[in-house]
């Protein structure tokens, strides 16, 4: 039997990258599936995607950090499907800069995105989960929730606060039967990572590789998979964690040590001061 057969799920962020594939690999699965993103280009063609494989899909366009959007869409998933049993959160937006030269707007739309837009997906999703007697929801944090990488104050701050908001709502709800968990992915070669690494020297690439344990950086479906086991029945008793999903690399040294674009723009500023 399919691992979320009956099922409804919403995921957020799912134009494309992690959310995407989590959406195509729950719909496989058996869910029904809301997708949601802020691209409605993007939402719209990753649904036509899955239905086209014969799977159960509408995209309805949401702003993660406005409360009356989030509401409309977890209201769609009800009135389409009859309930709402899995939310997993994979929106999100980032600006790497160093603290000094961070713009307050630009920490802002981090802080905001990642974790008011949690906060609020989870919220209303929860509010459905207790009607039909619970749920399962999985936020995306990152493995920089637990460490820290030059530039990323303001990522890394929000993702923080992602793993600390899980744990807090699986002791609040669990004894409602609603499990919250999160998944900590390392660095995942997505479409968008792919082009953003675009003029990196196979020389840096290949340090960077070596930075990870497994000797590979992270692909979508890699992410995709813990999502699901910790979505599924199969993960019945777990609530509260935080899965790194991360080749590795969270239980050996920083890739900031190794990989040299991050290091030069340690040492810019460093040099600078």
Known sequence: MSKLEGKVALVTGAGGGIGGCVAQLFAREGAAVVITDALAENGERKAAEIREEGGRAVFQHMDVTQAVQVQAAVRRAV???GRLDVL???HGWSRVEMTTRLAEEDFDRMIAIHLKGTWLTCKYAIMEMLKTGGGSIVNLSSMQ???AIPGRAGYEAAKGGISALTRDLAVEYGPAGI?????????VM???LVKANATATEEETRLRVQCYPLRRLGRAEDVAAAVLFLASDDASWITGTNLFVDGGISIQLSEAVMYPPFRRLWREVVSAA
């Open 190 to 192: 997505t479409e968008k």
């Open 179 to 187: 499990r919250v968990n999160a998944v900590c992915p390392g660095v």
């Open 145 to 147: 929730a637990y460490g």
């Open 79 to 81: 009135d389409l499907y």
């Open 88 to 90: 997993v959160n994979s």
